[in-house]
């Protein structure tokens, strides 16, 4: 999807909240201006005393010798613009000669360089493995995925080539796509539709090595302390899967530089870096600023020379285009009347440096932008509607959430939407941390107490444990558990959460609160439609629930979800295969079980990318899968059990004794992307490997063997010198029964049309005996395999 708006000019810093909002009247001026000395650092120069107005600051320098690469440094210094398009990092060298600019450039680039300082460790968690030199492991398709899945496309620009996945669109979305401009702006719909512009990225090809990027991604703030680029709580191997992806056009991995200068022009560099004020905005190498200029407050907004109009030798030049001047100029006519922002404008500037409202609305004002709704999903495609997908709501959020619950999402320890691919970023501590008392300040206009709201509700409990079932564990579980299927957030911590008040009036009117919300109505006009709980008291009820929840533990879970989990939960495959994902010993932590009505049943892990297991009978009881919190892993219900061969089914092998691949993640070729169910409900399992796709579909006959239909498409990519080979089978021994049928010491036996297994070789390695048959590749090419054992 290609972002068509370009308002601004390309030479022009680049601010997201001004760009979005400021520049089409969507701000007052004095937030425009605010917003634009504040993410332009004017006051790192211009002392003032405001708290909307302090500056961003650049990046933390030091260490910059070994982060990024001399020639981008040095080309960056030289012309900032044109080395990262919209930076707000100003032209400090533009009234100098052209042989003393050079002359600066390279002592200021020798100075930079020579601040070294080693990457931090890294230690592995049983969460966050960390593999050997990991930023020289990552997976491009996997950092593509994760790039366009997790909210990097919420600020910056998507592949135009990435197709997300199956996303049904809000009624209201759909209503938009179909009006025409016209029509769109008479509604006041224009700021719904518009696109919304990135923020660009320089070359990071040229700027980072693979490491650079990684340990930068893991954690923005150890050089961008303002936080306007945040953590999102990557691990180590995802930070280098989405540095591999961002850097797929480095045509080679940068070498170390030798960045050793001569002592004298280091000197040199480390005084200018002082003499043209980038100390006032970088911290380096202990450096201090040593000159301030004109306080903001007595700064002439019509004054003949100035940083952004006219600038003199001495003074930074922004290269602002009209609309930017003009905000700046009125914020300045303000300033000098030293008025202070109303908490509602501080908020609002807090909200945009940050650029809250790229995910989140408040107020009508910002959201997901039309165009980047689309890559807004719900793990596994739950459709839970916009609710379950986008980013929420703030309008509001100092009402509802709790000021104690509120900083535990803003410090990355409140995540209560496992369904919801988007990840809210973390931010640093220190430059949040106002957040909280802010959205409640503003948001809290009547202030009730739990006493006040629900008065004497401690023995309602029982009764709040009967409203949940009159349809809260429909759609929510409870304290980790729930009917099954459920998917959304869990009610067990809601006390916890939101204030009382806000929670009594949603429960009255969910819609008031949350317009277009999913959440039903149990109160219409006020009135309760359960008039056997505490004699239909709406208030009552509302209370007994908020009791309930907050008893946690202390009280029994809903009779509904006992009564659930008491049942036998074994799933028997009746008119159509069932399918299941779940925890299997042999198939991994990404196992996808299918069971066919034949009692014939496979195991595929998703994982390591194939077939694990095979066995007759019975299925598999779901009961752990679904209920059981940290479950042992799911067992086969059946019999005869057979495992297929390890490692990948097939590999591109340079010679044919080549040792077969291992299957480990973030090593192996393979890229496991989904499945396809048809109409007969058989799953065809879809994976790629180094640009070959592999259809891999598996059934059940009734004679309980099972046929496999594997089907090779290369890309255009693909050589036709290349030799892709399967792995019929393998074993400690193997054994021809027939010409086209072979058999391992398990009594597992394959069988390939004749045609193939002419072609097949059985080779040793390692103690392991295998039969592979090679594939061509100068087309796409079926080969159907029978199982049988």
């Given amino acids: 999807m290609v972002n068509s708006l370009s308002a601004a000019p390309k030479s022009a810093p680049f601010v997201s909240g001004f760009d979005r909002f400021g520049r089409h009247a969507e701000l007052t001026p004095e937030i425009s201006g605010s917003l634009l000395v504040s993410e332009l650092s004017c006051d790192a120069c211009h002392p003032g005393d405001r708290p909307d107005l302090q500056a961003k600051r650049g990046p933390i320098l030091e260490g910059i010798g070994n982060r990024l690469q001399r020639k981008w440094v040095q080309q960056f210094i030289s012309s900032p613009q044109s080395m990262?398009?919209?930076?707000?990092?100003?032209?400090?060298?533009?009234?100098?000669?052209?042989?003393?600019?050079?002359?600066?450039?390279?002592?200021l680039t020798a100075f930079l360089m020579s601040q070294q300082q080693p990457f931090p460790t890294i230690k592995a968690t049983g969460a966050n493995p960390v593999p050997?030199?990991?930023?020289?492991?990552?997976?491009?398709?996997?950092?593509?995925?994760?790039?366009?899945?997790?909210?990097?496309?919420?600020?910056h620009e998507p592949d135009p080539d990435y197709e997300p996945g199956e996303t049904k669109i809000s009624p209201n979305d759909k209503l938009l796509a179909q009006l025409d401009p016209e029509e769109i702006k008479e509604l006041g719909l224009a700021a719904q539709v518009r696109p919304v512009n990135s923020v660009p990225h320089p070359?990071?090809?040229?700027?980072?090595?693979?490491?650079?990027?990684t340990f930068f991604l893991l954690n923005p703030e150890q050089t961008r302390s303002a936080g306007r680029m945040p953590q999102l709580k990557l691990a180590a191997v995802e930070a280098a899967d989405i540095a591999a992806y961002l850097l797929r056009n480095q045509k080679s991995v940068p070498a170390t530089a030798d960045n050793r200068d001569a002592a004298a022009l280091i000197i040199a560099g480390r005084k200018l870096f002082i003499e043209f004020k980038c100390v006032n905005c970088h911290r380096v190498d202990d450096l201090r600023p040593m000159f301030s200029a004109q306080p903001m407050v007595q700064l002439k907004a019509n004054a003949a020379a100035s940083c952004y109009h006219n600038p003199k030798a001495a003074m930074p030049a922004y290269p602002l285009d009209e609309q930017q001047q003009a905000a700046i100029t009125a914020v300045l006519a303000e300033v000098s009347q030293d008025p202070?922002?109303?908490?509602?404008?501080?908020?609002?500037?807090?909200?945009?440096?940050?650029?809250?409202?790229?995910c989140h609305e408040r107020d009508k004002r910002g959201g997901v932008g039309f165009n980047r709704k689309p890559y807004f999903e719900t793990v596994g495609h739950v459709d839970l509607g916009d609710e379950g997908r986008i980013p929420p709501t703030l309008t509001g959020i100092g009402f509802k959430l709790q000021k104690d619950w509120l900083s535990k999402v803003l410090q990355g320890k409140g995540d209560i939407r496992p369904h919801m691919q988007a990840r809210m970023p973390l931010f640093p501590s220190r430059q949040i941390a106002v957040l909280p008392n802010q959205f409640e300040n503003v948001d809290r206009k009547v202030e009730r107490s739990e006493e006040e709201v629900f008065p004497e509700h401690e023995q309602l409990a029982p009764a709040g444990r009967i409203m949940l079932e009159t349809g809260c564990i429909q759609c929510h579980p409870i304290r980790g558990e729930s009917m099954p299927g459920v998917v959304g957030t869990d009610l067990g911590e809601v006390t916890e959460r939101v204030h009382p008040q806000w929670f009594h009036d949603f429960l009255l009117d969910p819609a008031s609160?949350?317009?277009?919300?999913?959440?039903?109505?149990?109160?219409?006009?006020?009135?309760?439609?359960?008039?056997?709980?505490?004699?239909?008291?709406?208030?009552?009820?509302?209370?007994?629930?908020?009791?309930?929840?907050?008893?946690?533990?202390?009280?029994?879970?809903?009779?509904?979800?006992?009564?659930?989990?008491?049942?036998?939960?074994?799933?028997?495959?009746?008119?159509?295969?069932?399918?299941?994902?779940?925890?299997?010993?042999e198939a991994g932590t990404h196992a996808i079980a299918v069971g066919f009505p034949q009692k014939v049943h496979i195991a595929f892990d998703?994982?390591?990318?194939?077939?694990?297991?095979?066995?007759?009978?019975?299925?598999?009881?779901?009961?752990?899968?679904?209920?059981i919190r940290f479950a042992p892993p799911a067992d086969p219900l059946g019999k005869s059990v057979v495992q297929f061969p390890a490692g990948p089914p097939v590999a591109l092998l340079k010679q044919k004794q080549q040792a077969w691949p291992i299957s480990k993640p973030g090593e192996s070729t393979l890229e496991f992307r989904g499945y396809r169910v048809d109409k007969q409900g058989v799953p065809t399992f879809l994976y790629r490997?180094?640009?070959?796709?592999?259809?891999?579909?598996?059934?059940?006959?009734?004679?309980?063997?099972l046929k496999r239909r594997l089907t090779i498409k290369p890309g255009a990519n693909a050589s036709a010198a290349?030799?892709?080979?399967?792995?019929?089978?393998?074993?400690?021994?193997?054994?021809?029964?027939?010409?086209?049928?072979?058999?391992?010491?398990?009594?597992?036996r394959v069988t390939v049309p004749e045609a193939f297994a002419k072609a097949a070789q059985v080779r040793t390695h390692d103690q392991i005996t295998d039969w592979i048959i090679p594939l061509p590749l100068t087309g796409n090419t079926t080969i159907e395999v029978t199982y049988q054992w």
């Avoid at 490997?689 to 063997?705: M, S």
């Fill in 606 to 627: 998703a994982e390591q990318v194939r077939p694990a297991l095979a066995w007759k009978g019975r299925f598999l009881d779901a009961q752990g899968t679904w209920f």
């Fill in 513 to 585: 609160l949350k317009p277009r919300t999913r959440m039903p109505t149990f109160f219409p006009d006020g009135k309760s439609q359960n008039k056997a709980v505490l004699k239909g008291d709406v208030e009552q009820q509302i209370a007994s629930i908020w009791a309930y929840l907050k008893a946690g533990d202390k009280q029994p879970l809903p009779a509904k979800i006992l009564a659930e989990k008491a049942k036998n939960y074994e799933l028997v495959p009746d008119k159509k295969p069932i399918i299941l994902r779940t925890f299997m010993d």
């Fill in 722 to 748: 290349t030799q892709l080979w399967f792995r019929g089978l393998a074993g400690k021994t193997l054994k021809a029964v027939n010409p086209t049928t072979m058999q391992n010491e398990t009594g597992l």
């Fill in 203 to 213: 070359d990071l090809a040229a700027k980072y090595t693979p490491q650079a990027l």
């Fill in 340 to 358: 202070r922002p109303s908490r509602e404008a501080l908020l609002a500037i807090h909200l945009l440096q940050f650029n809250c409202y790229a």
């Fill in 132 to 155: 050997y030199e990991f930023w020289n492991k990552g997976n491009i398709s996997r950092g593509r995925d994760l790039y366009h899945k997790i909210g990097c496309v919420a600020c």
């Fill in 689 to 705: 490997d180094q640009g070959i796709d592999i259809e891999d579909r598996l059934e059940a006959t009734q004679q309980q063997t």
């Fill in 84 to 107: 990262k398009p919209g930076t707000t990092m100003p032209d400090v060298l533009h009234g100098l000669s052209k042989e003393k600019t050079q002359s600066a450039i390279k002592a």
